[in-house]
């Protein structure tokens, strides 16, 4: 269990810096995102690792309770909202009216999620 915690903090880590890499606000974090996504699309899938460690997770454990449910959830939902905006931005179409203004991103939001989905991994398998 220590493993899988360790190895979720790991994911979560390389996420977070290969995402937020010299970005400091919400564009260029997608900037950074649609960089990986214009290379290919499954190297995009392979830069997201928890969302496929955290399906294993829950059919290692047989948990598919709420708090690992929603972890898949959230992870599921971040990639999907990413995808539908890198797509428009690819199309050259409007994205003013899905994010209207930039947002400077504090450090402390940008690695939430180092802390966030590996406590809710072990508060879910107890």
Known sequence: MFLFFLIFIIFECFESFWQWNRASSFFELINNNLYIFNKNIFLYFICHPTFFFSIYLSFYYKNFGLIMSSI?????????IKIFILNKINKDENVSNIIPTDMNINIYLRYLNIFMYPCLFLISIY
Do not use: G, S, Y
């Not at 898949?72 to 971040?78: A, E, N, R, Y």
């Open 72 to 80: 898949v959830l959230m992870k599921f939902v971040d990639i999907c």
